[in-house]
Nanobody, 125 residues
């Protein structure tokens, strides 16, 4: 089982990045999935979640209107389009998958079934 996040990098404030999360070793299309992030010296926090079908999405207030989560089950991949980035978005971004409801992922982060290694996003002034 593997979740591999990629697409991080250095971007200027106001810029955009698209993260990808490639899943393998399990039936990704049957799992709800989400993105979390951890900034230096801070707790890991929920960013966004998407239902197994892609029909429902959920966002943290801090990213609502700027970030868009999506998935392509044919490619076993989830995405996070990040626009209007600010230095406060600097963090390591992680993807996760779990069979339980997507809308609950924000409060279940400690025991989600599958986690990927993170990808670093750095937003400069």
């Amino acid at each position: 089982v593997q979740l591999q996040a990629s697409g991080g990098g250095l971007v200027q404030a106001g810029g955009s990045l698209r993260l990808s999360c490639a899943a393998s070793g399990f039936t990704f299309s049957k799992y709800n999935a989400g993105w979390f992030r951890q900034a230096p010296g801070k707790e890991r926090e929920f960013v966004a979640a998407i239902s197994w079908s892609g029909g429902s999405t959920y966002y943290a207030d801090s990213v609502k209107g700027r970030f868009t989560i999506s998935r392509d089950n044919a490619k076993n991949t989830m995405y996070l389009q990040m626009n209007s980035l600010t230095p406060e978005d600097t963090a390591v971004y992680y993807c996760a998958a779990d069979p339980r409801p997507a809308q609950a992922m924000s409060v279940m982060s400690r025991d989600l079934k599958y986690w990927g290694k993170g990808t670093l996003v750095t937003v400069s002034n």
